[in-house]
């Protein structure tokens, strides 16, 4: 087994670059070996200071670097199957940046390239699962402290959206999120999604309605609401109530010191998803680094990445028909079900 991951960051745009810093300052087992960007010279600034590290304008040059053994996916998604597809040719250790495929065929074909290849190589980027908080919600939920959950009410704010932010990418780029964490969360697929659309914010760009109320129901029956707002404006602030027969627990939110002087009080809201779930995506990638040397995976799946695709499709519909849509999953394969 390899002692380090040489590890070829393909995307070096806000995530990629992102990763490369984290990759080459902080990962253990891990080095950066190339980069790869469409814009060359981005390519290049990306590995400036990375003793080694080579630029390429094309995924497939990278792939065939016999010095590159690992590959991480931060391009649009919109390209992820076909890289994904030549990464599992070359049996390497691979994790992707949420959505593995933008659409459930495309990440289906995906689940059955890797259980044709016969173990799992791919990871999926949902880094909520590695933050501290989550991960302590989760555990409450599995020992079952306060009894069985209930429900799950989400809110996710953004302070603004970038141009060309659609109403279906309220779905597909921020639910997705609110989608894995509560299959993470109960262990279970959501059945249904509905998607309410109420009173729609002046700062909303055109064709776009926010926020959104997204309802869910798991296999179980513990419900789950999302409360999606990406034209905030206060901040970034992500944040989960959970219900139980015993209790209530709460995570997220505000963050940092709550303050009272000079006859004012309050606290601080991070600003971007960087700044929240920074400590997550150390934790994430590391986890990946370990199990990618011990010839594993270290957090979602491939399946995991199917999933969550299709409870998207159901969302979109969900947005258009406002009545609640059945999300449809093929029958699990085996190779995922220790998961």
């Not at 593995?100 to 390239?113: F, G, H, M, Y």
């Not at 009272?260 to 400590?279: C, D, L, Q, Y």
Request: with cysteine.
């Amino acid at each position: 087994m390899t002692e380090t991951l040489r590890v070829a960051v393909i995307g070096a745009g806000r995530m990629g670059a992102d990763h490369i810093q984290r990759l080459s300052k902080r990962i253990h087992g891990a080095e950066v070996a190339a980069v790869v960007d469409v814009d060359l010279a981005r390519a290049q600034a990306a590995i400036e200071g990375i003793p080694g590290a080579v630029a390429l304008a094309d995924a497939e040059e990278a792939l065939n670097n016999g010095d590159v053994n690992a590959v991480l996916i931060a391009t649009p998604g919109f390209l992820h199957e076909d890289i994904l597809l030549k990464a599992l040719a070359k049996d390497i250790p691979i994790l992707c940046e949420k959505p593995l495929t933008p659409d459930a065929a495309s990440a289906w074909r995906i689940v059955e390239a890797e259980v044709a290849l016969g173990h799992q190589r791919i990871q999926v980027g949902f880094m909520r699962r590695f933050d501290a908080e989550y991960a302590t919600l989760g555990s409450i939920i599995r020992n079952h402290e306060l009894g069985e959950l209930l429900m799950l009410h989400h809110q996710h704010r953004n302070p603004n959206t970038p141009p060309g932010f659609t109403n279906e990418m309220l779905i597909n780029d921020s639910v997705v999120h609110e989608f894995d964490a509560v299959r993470f969360f109960t262990g279970e697929e959501i059945t249904s999604v509905q998607v309410r659309l109420g009173k729609s914010t002046r700062n909303a760009p055109n064709g776009q309605h926010d926020p959104q109320h997204v309802l869910l129901k798991t296999e179980s029956g513990v419900l789950a609401d999302v409360e999606i707002y990406v034209n905030a404006k206060f901040g970034y602030e992500v944040a989960t109530q959970a219900a139980f027969e015993d209790g209530i627990v709460n995570i997220g939110g505000d963050k940092g010191p709550y303050t009272r002087s000079s006859g004012r009080w309050g606290g601080n809201v991070t600003p971007g998803f960087e700044e929240r779930f920074g400590a997550a995506y150390d934790v994430e990638i590391q986890s990946w680094v370990d199990a990618a040397l011990r010839g594993g995976i270290g957090g979602p799946s491939a399946w995991d990445g199917y999933a969550t695709a299709a409870c998207c499709e159901a969302g979109v519909e969900a947005q258009k028909n406002g009545e609640k849509v059945a999300v449809k999953l093929a029958a699990k394969p085996d190779l995922y079900k220790e998961d």
